[in-house]
């Protein structure tokens, strides 16, 4: 926001105010000038300045944050708690200059320059995630490809028919966490089923249910409100969305849709179907602490 124009001014005592018109203030004296001694020119020749060779090394702090471990902020705490080492010596000095070739390792791993990429995606229908070529179907990676020149992958599967939210990077670290079956961060799926949900069996769902012998506990089960009982809000913790259709067939229902309302906290809020958007660094925060 602007500053108002006469806002550095000093305010004035009340009581100046009271014994003067507004307005006005007192006189300063004159200045006197000084006067100018003439400059000294020196017989030695001018020196050009040299210029300035571009370097390859790059701030530790910035370093690590580009390998998508951390913010720059929380780099200097890592830095000065001790938990980095450039080529095997720990390094506390902020402002450390990494070389071309240097090998860091922070809080234990050893990590790259590569920043890492975090996108978003509303996945439309008749788009798939599998990598076989399929002359009827669509890859979500055409949706995705002005995104990054980075390397990403989709995290989790997705059918053809299934919509929604659709997380891509080139996080090994999150894709490996996401993929875990304990993983505890909870996703939303709104499900359209051929015929309305009986209530006994949204209450035995809620209880959790029984799928090839492993037992999957739900999270929360509801009709969605304004809606048909065909349409169904469930909130599970796994990502994989076969488990989701696979609930529903256990009691008899067939699925005619699944969209996924929500990843780990992310929304489809301001995103349209098949568009993408990048994360901001709060969110990929949030997602790490998961």
């Not at 891509?168 to 996401?178: A, E, G, H, P």
């Amino acid at each position: 926001m602007n500053k108002k124009e006469g806002s550095n001014r000093k305010p004035t005592s009340n009581k100046s105010a009271k014994s003067k018109p507004s307005g006005f203030s007192k006189p300063k004296p004159a200045m006197a000038k000084r006067s100018q001694k003439p400059k000294k020119v020196s017989d030695a020749p001018a020196v050009a300045p040299k210029p300035k060779v571009k370097s390859d090394n790059i701030r530790l702090n910035k370093y690590i944050a580009n390998s998508g471990a951390c913010s720059r902020r929380d780099a200097d705490i890592y830095i000065q708690s001790g938990n980095v080492k450039v080529n095997g010596i720990v390094i506390n000095e902020m402002g450390y200059q990494v070389k071309p070739g240097d090998v860091v390792n922070f809080d234990g791993a050893t990590i790259t320059p590569e920043k890492k990429e975090y996108i978003l995606l509303n996945k439309p229908k008749n788009f798939t995630t599998s990598g076989e070529d399929d002359n009827d179907l669509r890859n979500v990676f055409e949706l995705v490809k002005g995104a990054t020149r980075a390397k990403i992958q989709p995290i989790g599967r997705m059918d053809k028919n299934t919509t929604g939210l659709l997380l891509f990077t080139n996080d090994t670290d999150m894709i490996r966490k996401f993929g875990l079956p304990n993983q505890k961060s909870p996703k939303i799926y709104q499900v359209s089923l051929d015929k309305n949900l009986k209530f006994e069996d949204l209450e035995k769902i809620s209880g959790g249910v029984t799928l090839d012998e492993h037992r999957l506990y739900v999270d929360e089960i509801s009709y969605i409100d304004d809606q048909p009982k065909t349409e169904i809000g469930i909130k599970l913790r796994t990502a994989n969305v076969k488990v989701v259709r696979s609930i529903f067939e256990k009691f008899n229902y067939n699925v005619l849709k699944v969209d996924r309302v929500s990843f780990a906290g992310l929304t489809k809020k301001n995103l349209p179907r098949g568009n993408w958007r990048a994360l901001t660094e709060q969110e990929i925060i949030n997602l790490k602490n998961f």
